[in-house]
């Protein structure tokens, strides 16, 4: 039988496994440990070449921070400013006039040139005369007719006359000569009325220009018979002198009327859409008798003589209405105007101690915008040199390497020029109204409001300005 009792432990092979374990344990003790000098010896790279970027960005900025700061500089100017109101206006013929015949008929050939310049009272058109010269040539014969017939009751009448006073006729036999005679003349005078109404017929077969201007393209051609009072032939429009249609809101209408009435007439400049070359010098002549409450503005119309023909209808144009001119204003290019949290201000360059050019940070206080110039009341004096390229990486003592700014009169830098402005409203009145080309109806052309060109001291700057403000 097998024995109840379990075995005792062999002694010889618990001494042969307890040193493998150790080993084991051993060894993977050992891997832990390079693991770590592993970990260690990376951890230690990445600190060290985090010391080494950092102290070469360190020597690298301190060497920009030596470096100039290249800018270009303009000079504060004080030169005459106008200050003016500005609209979006359409330009229209001074007179325009759409020729109609006057009589029906046959059209003859054009005696004109489309586009050709028309004087007052030249022949442009004819009609076919021939039926209107007949019916002329019949009047006439009968006016002959009945002149004869008056002049045989005339000589019937002298003679019952001479016979009714020797008592050889009666009084009725007179009487009836006489009546006869007085038919004849009424029927002269309706035969006169019929020659010159055919004779008025016939000189309206031949078209004259009603007005001088520029003739447009002929609406109907040669051949074709026309129908008078209906049909349009070809229009004709007056260039020299030429309006121009605008708008402005209501609220700036009693002082535009006060200083009409005042002045008699206002200065008007027409610019192109661009809003930067100007076309051509007028001036204002009247303004409408209502405001149009649909868009509360109110339509006034310059007149310009447009001797070089730069204006041309239904153009659209920028108008500058003058309302003043400022004798010696302080100018500069509103690209020079920042702001930030302490208002408007412009960077200007002076010499520090070290006989080197220092940028400066200039609190200013702006009167108007007008463009890509802007007029200041305080702050510089004319002649100072004012930054208005490279402000971005300015700071007060910042050292700068100069550069004279080049005029650019492109739209694209004139409306760069006006946002990084700070955006004057108007001392005439902020922007009202909805502005349309020419007051007719909306215009997707017209944009909105009309505001005026000038304002005390503006509105905050561009993001970019503010955050260069907040940085000082």
């Known amino acids: 039988m097998p024995s109840e009792h379990p075995s005792a432990p062999n002694p010889a092979i618990i001494d042969i496994q307890e040193p493998a374990h150790k080993k084991k344990t051993w060894v993977r003790l050992l891997i832990y440990f390079v693991l770590a000098c592993l970990v260690a010896v990376v951890v230690w790279r990445i600190h060290q070449n985090q010391v080494q970027t950092a102290a070469t960005s360190a020597s690298q900025a301190a060497a920009l921070a030596n470096r100039p700061v290249p800018v270009q500089v303009a000079a504060v100017e004080q ?18 006039v759409t020729v109609k015949a006057r009589v029906s008929g046959e059209l003859l050939p054009v005696k004109f040139t489309e586009g050709q310049l028309v004087h007052a009272g030249e022949t442009i058109l004819e009609i076919d005369p021939k039926p209107y010269q007949a019916a002329l040539d019949q009047a006439k014969g009968t006016l002959a007719h009945d002149e004869a017939l008056l002049k045989n009751a005339q000589a ?8 009714y006073e020797a008592g050889v006729v009666s009084k009725e036999t007179l009487d009836a000569d006489q ?20 004779a008025l017929q016939l000189s309206w077969c031949s078209i004259h220009a009603p007005i001088t201007g520029k003739i447009g393209l002929r609406l109907v051609d040669p051949g074709n018979i ?3 009072n209906t049909t349009n032939l070809v229009v004709i429009n007056q260039f020299q002198p030429i309006a121009v249609d605008f708008t402005l809101p209501e609220n700036e209408l009693p002082q535009v009327l006060q200083k009409l009435a005042a002045d008699k007439q206002l200065a008007v400049d027409a610019y192109d859409q661009g809003d930067t070359q100007k076309l051509t ?3 204002l002549l009247t ?27 239904n153009q659209f144009v920028n108008v500058h209405l003058q309302m003043e001119n400022r004798p010696a204003a302080l100018v500069v290019p509103s690209a020079a105007v920042q702001s930030g949290t302490q208002g408007s201000y412009v960077w200007t360059t002076s010499t520090n101690e070290n006989g080197k050019l220092a940028a400066k940070m200039q609190l200013v206080k702006v009167a108007l915008t007008q463009g890509q110039k802007t007029i200041l009341d305080s702050g510089v004096t004319a ?15 910042a050292l700068v390497s ?21 955006g004057a409203t108007g001392i005439f009145g902020a922007s009202g109204g909805t502005q349309q080309s020419g007051g007719a109806g909306a215009n997707p052309r017209s944009g909105a409001a009309t505001g005026a060109g000038m304002g005390h001291g503006g509105k905050q700057g561009g993001s970019g300005g503010q955050n260069r403000g907040d940085k000082q």
């Not at 500005?86 to 330009?91: D, Q, R, S």
């Not at 019937?156 to 016979?163: G, H, I, N, S, T």
């Open 79 to 96: 030169e005459p400013m106008p200050i003016y109101l500005t609209a979006l206006g359409t330009v229209i013929p001074y007179m325009s």
């Open 156 to 163: 019937e009448y002298a003679r019952y006359k001479a016979l």
């Open 179 to 198: 009546a006869s005679m007085g038919q004849y003349e009424g029927a002269i005078e309706s035969d006169k009325a019929a020659v010159e109404t055919a």
């Open 226 to 228: 026309i129908t008078a």
């Open 281 to 283: 010098s007028g001036k």
């Open 287 to 313: 303004a409408d008798n209502q405001i149009d409450t649909t868009t509360g503005t109110g339509r006034l119309k310059a007149v310009f003589s447009n001797e070089k023909n730069l204006l041309f209808p």
């Open 383 to 397: 002649g100072m040199k004012v930054v208005t390229d490279g402000t971005d990486r300015l700071k007060s003592g």
């Open 402 to 422: 100069v550069t004279e700014a080049r005029q650019n009169t492109s739209p694209s830098a004139g409306q760069s020029a006006a946002a990084a402005a700070n």
